[in-house]
């Protein structure tokens, strides 16, 4: 019996029963669905959403500008060339994945409305049980799997971040999350505050037309890097005619390549870096902006994520008196605006609080098994993506220095690979433990504080699985090494345990 393909037990009219199930049906599980049928052909699968439509983040989200924060040739997937601005707009995105779906016949496989409730592993039958909740009517669903592949995504869907600062209530304009912008905010001649500095800050402050002002109020700066929304070597490859799949490999390969570079120069030459990024401000600002207190970090780069302004938009704004910087921090809310703790007082009808998110690491699902509610943060994890004690489950979850589905894309291959050789073993159940020699080693925070610190991982690092001193234990955040690693795992490692 095909362990990978027949059902195990005999299952009920109302269970259906897949050789895989994905989570979520966005960048990441389109991908799964794709390196599934491409790679594991046969293989039945089906791909459950929450919301009523494909695209995780690029659907959520749906304040002004909404943008990527990376270049498509790496953000896009290395098997579908993008051939657009480098930097694209959510309906880009969208447009692309969309292309993806219909170009590989994947909608059939994806069931939307569907909201994972819990998932409960059987060692038994070797297999998880998946309750679902049909949103659109309530009904609750059950779906028996083999293997569980988590692609939810790393954060909240339905609720940002926003801190509770005094007098909140007290405001008599309105507070809004961009995460979950309302549909009839009218801007028009608004005196605008946006709290935060990050990409989500920097996208909307000179996305915000026809306010009267927008102001960025910042506790501490970040660092930007500004240019073109143009890849000049895709442009020059395109005069040529050559082949658009030749233009993506070859562009995606040079701007990894100068994305290797510049990350290795900002731990390397610290100060260095940090004085080219504040010149790329310099340049595109007022001479009597004061960049020392607005724009310049007391940390080195890329120990928070940098931003790309694509054609300087944010520094164009304030240029332009648009838009202004304050960098502050807040007291209280007042009945007009916020008062500040150097005194000062910023007038407001509307303020945004682009403050971050919620980290959601097990997508809201209620865990167990063999009967035995389990958590995450108790596990440690098998390079980012399996975790001690837990079988039959992988998990996406992208890089911080580079882009999200350039890790997908590496995942995808592992599992498929993971799959195949079951099968050849006639494995049922695969799960990671520490060896004997791992028995002593250090058990450490999934991250490293001092490395990369974003406020969303600080906040959640409580809910995220432990990472071990050794290599094969940790998320190394490092495309360049995993992209050579991953394909050389050794399944047959001790680190796996098959029944």
Not at 133 to 140: F, I, M, N, Q, R
Not at 275 to 300: C, G, S, V
Not at 425 to 440: C, I, K
Request: proline letters at 5%; charged letters at 20%.
């Amino acid at each position: 019996m095909d362990a990978l393909i027949e059902p195990r037990v005999n299952t009920s009219d109302t269970t259906r029963h897949f050789d895989v199930l994905i989570v979520g049906a966005g960048i990441s599980g389109i991908g799964a669905a794709y390196h599934l049928q491409t790679q594991c052909p046969g293989t039945t699968f089906a791909v459950l959403e929450t919301q009523a439509g494909f695209g995780g983040t690029w659907r959520t989200h749906r304040y002004p500008g909404i943008r990527s924060d990376s270049d498509l040739y790496t953000f896009g997937y290395r098997f579908k060339p993008w051939t657009s601005a480098p930097i694209a707009t959510a309906q880009e995105i969208l447009t692309y994945l969309g292309e993806v779906i219909s170009e590989n016949n994947l909608a059939q496989h994806i069931n939307y409305r569907h909201r994972i409730d819990a998932a409960a592993w059987s060692s038994e039958t070797k297999r998880w049980t998946v309750d679902a909740t049909l949103l659109d009517t309530g009904e609750t669903l059950r779906f028996t799997t083999n293997f569980l592949w988590m692609c939810q995504g790393y954060y909240r869907h339905d609720q940002g971040y926003t801190p509770e600062w005094p007098g909140m209530s007290s405001f008599n304009g309105r507070i809004v999350h961009p995460q979950t912008w309302p549909d009839d905010l009218d801007l028009t001649g608004k005196r605008v505050v946006v709290i935060g500095s990050g990409a989500t800050a920097a996208t909307l402050v000179p996305n915000i037309k026809g306010a009267a002002h927008v102001t960025m109020l910042q506790r501490t700066p970040i660092f930007y890097r500004t240019g073109r929304n143009a890849n000049a070597l895709a442009d020059e490859l395109r005069d040529l005619q050559v082949d658009e799949n030749w233009i993506h490999e070859i562009v995606r390969r040079r701007i990894l390549r100068d994305q290797d570079i510049f990350t290795k120069r900002t731990f390397n030459e610290p100060e260095k870096t940090k004085e080219e990024l504040l010149n790329l401000a310099r340049a595109n600002l007022p001479a009597d902006f004061d960049i020392d207190r607005h724009f310049t970090p007391d940390y080195r780069p890329w120990r928070q994520r940098i931003a790309f302004i694509p054609d300087g938009d944010l520094f164009k704004a304030i240029s332009a008196g648009r838009a202004s910087v304050v960098t502050d921090e807040i007291e209280t809310f007042t009945e007009t605006g916020i008062a500040l703790k150097s005194g000062a007082h910023l007038d407001a009808d509307v303020i945004v609080t682009a403050t971050g998110f919620h980290l959601s690491v097990q997508g809201g699902i209620d865990f167990s098994i063999d009967g035995t509610q389990f958590n995450l943060a108790d596990t440690i994890t098998y390079r980012g993506m399996m975790f001690t004690g837990v079988p039959n489950l992988a998990w996406v979850f992208g890089y911080f220095r580079a882009s999200w589905t350039l890790r997908a894309d590496l995942v995808g291959d592992f599992v498929c690979r993971l799959l195949t050789h079951m099968k050849s073993r006639q494995a049922h159940m695969v799960t990671p433990a520490l060896r004997p020699e791992d028995a002593d080693m250090e058990v450490l925070p999934w991250i490293d504080p001092e490395n990369f610190n974003p406020g969303y991982l600080m906040r959640g690092m409580h809910m995220l699985p432990k990472r071990g001193s050794k290599g094969d234990w940790q998320h190394s955040q490092d495309y360049w090494t995993e992209k050579d690693e991953f394909p050389a795992i050794d399944l047959d490692d001790p680190i796996f345990h098959y029944a």
